[in-house]
């Protein structure tokens, strides 16, 4: 079962993750956006998030999606409409990320957002 999380304009689900319990999961999703948004860049980004729709945090599954293996953790431009409460649904995209399978040194490690993409600072 999903769990809806108002103030972050999330969906976490926890169906189908290949270790542990789905409860498991969305613990460890609800624990990491919270240590998100206990930054500034986190806030700013929950604020985008809630003011333009919903996201669907599901577990990363890479047999699903061998193309990007290596990433382990995806985002799909692919909008839907998701229910959020009776009778109210919103825009939503999925992210395929779980806590237990993400690792900064994956294949994926050197694009948009990396260490490798952070300006050098003079000193």
């Not at 986190?42 to 669907?56: D, L, T």
């Not at 890479?62 to 959020?84: D, I, M, P, Q, Y």
Request: glycine share 8%; proline share 4%.
């Amino acid at each position: 079962m999903s769990k809806y999380l108002q103030k972050y304009s999330v969906v976490v689900d926890g169906q189908g993750t290949p270790t542990g319990r789905p409860e498991d999961h969305e613990r460890d999703i609800e624990a990491t956006l919270a240590t998100l948004a206990a930054t500034a860049t986190g806030r700013a980004v929950f604020r985008k998030i809630v003011a333009h729709g919903v996201v669907r945090i599901r577990p990363y599954l890479a047999g699903s999606v061998a193309k990007w293996g290596a990433c382990n953790a995806l985002a799909f431009s692919e909008r839907h409409k998701e229910k959020v409460s009776s009778g109210i649904s919103r825009t939503a995209v999925d992210v395929q990320y779980s806590l237990s399978t993400w690792s900064a040194t994956s294949g994926c490690a050197s694009g948009p957002g990396s260490l490798t993409q952070l300006p050098q600072l003079s000193t």
